[in-house]
């Protein structure tokens, strides 16, 4: 099989289990195991855009990218296999909205690493359904329940919102910067001459929150927000309509889907990929630049100070600036 995760890895000890089942996945799958898996029947719902791009060619429509599966992707499945993700408000999100969707009784496994906080799914799921560890490998978790009773799902509740000056902020659970902005997006935002012009692309958007800060000082800008997550670009939609701004939002994996050129590529981009620290986001943004940006365009970045942005800059780019840092943050900028 090809390389799987350890929450995987612990699923493959039941495989028995699944056999006679129709299965959806969900939650934060992290690997192919749906192509591989036995099962009678597998639908995949993920709001990961490049899961999707992996997967649709194996599972065609059995598999739905999107904030919240659709109520015909889960019909005619009986199991729910839920990955849970690193945060608790976006695992409680995601599994309130799929237990709603089916009848009491239905089997729900839910999987993901113990550093994770999976231990909490007994107590956040105690009214709904009753839940039991049933295997425990790879400082992983496994556990068992069946659904008690259906909740009542209203994603109005859902949304958490803030004010940036004047600006209206909107973000769902699980999107970066989802209560207020964060220290590495003030100081970015803090870097910048307004007003801007040209064509912006706010690359890894999280909620679009740099990006309609930065359309709102400088209305005249042609701005695209892109994210590989569907929350993170509903929560974009969201915040570019409550203040009333006009731009492009397009989910992408990094340059995926975005051919065009820019005057300026800005991003407070991850760099962990669940659990686990991971570069290559980084890696890729910083060498495929180029392609995506006009002569005298500019690709300006906040990041931790530790992280090796200095090499990578120097390595595509041969020179870099630091237009602005703090204890813990540097504004880094390349012009090509």
């Known amino acids: 099989m090809s390389d799987l995760t350890p929450p995987s890895e612990i699923l493959l000890r039941h495989t028995r289990e699944f056999a006679e089942r129709s299965v959806i996945f969900s939650g934060d799958l992290q690997d192919l195991l749906p192509a591989q898996f036995n099962a009678k029947q597998i639908r995949v719902h993920t709001q990961e855009y490049h899961q ?9 429509n059995d598999i ?15 199991t729910v296999i839920f990955y849970w993700p690193k945060n608790k408000a976006q695992a409680q999100f995601q599994l309130e909205h799929l237990c709603s969707l089916f009848p009491s009784q239905t089997n729900i496994f839910i999987v993901g690493e113990n550093r994770s906080g999976i231990g909490s799914a007994k107590a956040l799921l105690a009214e709904n359904v009753g839940l039991h560890k049933m295997d425990a490998a790879r400082r ?16 109005e509740s859902q949304w958490r919102r803030y004010q940036v000056k004047d600006v209206q902020i909107k973000t769902l659970p699980g999107v970066f910067s989802a209560n207020q902005l964060d220290e590495g997006s003030q100081l970015l935002l803090s870097s910048f001459d307004i007003p801007l012009s040209g064509k912006v692309l706010d690359l890894a958007c999280g909620a679009g929150v740099l990006g309609t800060i930065l359309a709102r000082q400088s209305p005249q800008i042609e701005l695209t927000l892109s994210d590989v997550n569907a929350a993170a670009l509903e929560s974009s939609r969201a915040n570019l309509a409550v ?14 889907d975005i051919p065009e050129r820019f005057n300026l590529i800005l991003s407070n981009l991850p760099f962990h990929k669940g659990l ?16 995506h940006l006009y002569k005298g365009g500019k690709l300006r970045l906040v990041a931790n100070a530790f992280l090796p942005y200095p090499k990578l800059l120097n390595r595509t780019f041969g020179h870099y600036e630091v237009l602005t840092q703090n204890a813990r943050f540097k504004v880094y900028q390349a012009t090509l």
């Not at 739905?64 to 009986?78: R, Y």
């Not at 659904?147 to 799902?153: A, I, N, S």
């Not at 203040?243 to 995926?256: E, G, M, Q, T």
């Not at 686990?276 to 392609?291: G, R």
């Open 52 to 60: 999707w791009r992996l997967l649709s060619p194996v599972l065609k």
């Open 64 to 78: 739905q990218f999107g904030v919240l599966p659709s109520e015909d992707l889960v019909s005619n499945t009986d």
């Open 140 to 155: 992983c978790s496994l556990y068992y329940g069946c659904l008690k009773q259906k909740p009542v799902f209203n994603m």
């Open 243 to 256: 203040n009333h701004i006009k731009a492009r939002v397009v989910p992408s994996d990094l340059y995926s």
């Open 276 to 291: 686990k620290t991971d570069l290559k986001m980084i890696e890729k943004c910083i060498e495929e630049a180029p392609e």
